[in-house]
């Protein structure tokens, strides 16, 4: 129940349309949560490269989430 809450939590921290639980112990969940799918470590590790590739992407159009005095000029 407690990986449930804490997957939507994730979810609507992030704007997920779903969660990748991972690692050795989410082979122990009876069932996924909702809104959850069973994925390996690798999965992590792509979807990071994911992110960061939007963010550059964002930030090339001028969309940040920083103020302007934070942003490192290119």
């Given at each position: 129940?407690?990986?449930?809450?804490?997957?939507?939590?994730?979810?609507?921290a992030?704007?997920?349309?779903?969660?990748?639980?991972?690692?050795?112990?989410?082979?122990?969940?009876?069932?996924?949560?909702?809104?959850?799918?069973?994925?390996?470590?690798?999965?992590?590790?792509?979807?990071?490269?994911?992110?960061?590739?939007?963010?550059?992407?964002?930030?090339?159009?001028?969309?940040?989430?920083y103020?302007?005095?934070?942003?490192?000029?290119?």
């Amino acid at each position: 129940k407690a990986v449930g809450i804490a997957a939507e939590i994730w979810k609507q921290a992030f704007l997920a349309d779903y969660v990748v639980l991972g690692g050795g112990n989410a082979k122990k969940l009876e069932e996924m949560p909702e809104g959850c799918r069973r994925g390996g470590n690798h999965n992590a590790y792509f979807g990071g490269i994911r992110m960061w590739e939007d963010a550059n992407v964002a930030m090339e159009r001028g969309l940040s989430i920083y103020p302007e005095r934070f942003r490192a000029s290119g």
